[in-house]
């Protein structure tokens, strides 16, 4: 097993020193989903839903929360991210929202926890803004399925649902 690079010698949480490692492209893309009542993707689909716009709402929050990583998540790095894309698709085969990420920087840290972020948060405002007509909806699947560069190098999920 592999040392966790966040815990000193003596088992205390500290933010790893990066310094010396090089500047790399570095991608990360990763997936979760909002499983919900037919009826309520019907609604999200005709635009009805009393909050707005549900897709779009969440696709701005995704990105937003992707920035913003490093004030969320106690010891990861604040990076200047080059790219960052969210796409909330409705799936009547789960049924729900189907919402994914990937996020780019050039930089000496990788950008899993944002891409994990900026999904998290996407799959939490579509719960939010339909929650009133399907208190029962599921985030489900979140994870990340792809991530390169860097010195572990290029990592891809295996198909389906983790």
Do not use: W
């Amino acid at each position: 097993m592999t040392k966790l690079t966040h815990l000193d010698e003596s088992g205390a949480a500290n933010m790893v020193d990066v310094s010396d490692k090089a500047v790399t492209a570095r991608t990360a893309q990763a997936e979760g989903f909002v499983v919900m009542a037919r009826e309520t993707v019907e609604i999200i689909l005709r635009g009805d839903a009393k909050k707005g716009d549900v897709l779009g709402t969440a696709r701005l929050a995704g990105i937003m929360a992707a920035k913003r990583t490093h004030e969320l998540i106690p010891l990861c790095h604040p990076l200047l991210l080059t790219k960052v894309t969210v796409d909330c698709a409705l799936d009547e085969s789960l049924p729900g929202v189907r919402v994914t990420s990937e996020v780019r920087v050039s930089g000496q840290t990788g950008v899993e926890m944002e891409a994990l972020t900026a999904v998290s948060v996407a799959c939490l405002t579509i719960y939010d803004m339909v929650k009133a007509v399907d208190r029962a909806m599921r985030i489900e699947g979140v994870r990340v399925v792809e991530k390169t560069g860097g010195r572990s190098g290029t990592y891809r999920a295996k198909s389906g649902a983790a």
